[in-house]
């Protein structure tokens, strides 16, 4: 179901995708199986960043970063760190950036989203 609702978010299908995720990680914590839980509070982040939800996805990177240290995955760790670093580009660029000047970035008065390779 996870790794399903991954795929369909990477792919853009974000309707579909997203629940997915959602009940991919509140299966793991409720099973007690903890040491996925960061990486799939990442992926929840990933999605939320894939579809512009700039807030949702740095509170999802915040809280995958702390389980994953505390846990010390460090595998995780890096996963959360990359989606991490490329969210505080992407915010880095909206703030310097309120109009489509920034290569892969749509404009702010229709929200910030990633563009696909090619689109």
């Known amino acids: 179901m996870g790794f399903t609702g991954s795929a369909y978010t ?5 309707a ?5 995720l959602e009940q991919a990680g509140e299966q793991t914590v409720a099973e ?9 509070v ?3 982040g990933e999605a ?5 939800r700039l807030e949702a996805a740095h509170t999802h990177a915040v809280q ?3 389980l994953a240290r505390e846990r010390q995955e ?10 991490s670093a490329k969210l505080s580009t992407i915010r880095c660029k909206a703030k310097s950036s309120q109009d489509t000047g920034v290569p892969g970035l749509r404009g702010a008065k229709h929200g ?3 563009n696909a390779p090619g689109a």
Do not use: D, I, N
Not at 32 to 40: I, M, N, P, S, Y
Not at 74 to 83: D, K, P
């Open 32 to 40: 007690g199986r903890k040491v996925h839980e960061a990486l799939w």
């Open 74 to 83: 460090r595998g995780h760790q890096a996963y959360a760190l990359l989606w």
């Open 48 to 52: 939320a960043l894939l579809a512009s």
């Open 10 to 14: 990477l792919c853009g299908r974000l």
């Open 42 to 44: 990442t992926r929840v």
């Open 16 to 20: 579909e995708g997203m629940p997915l």
């Open 112 to 114: 910030f989203a990633l």
């Open 64 to 66: 995958a970063l702390t």
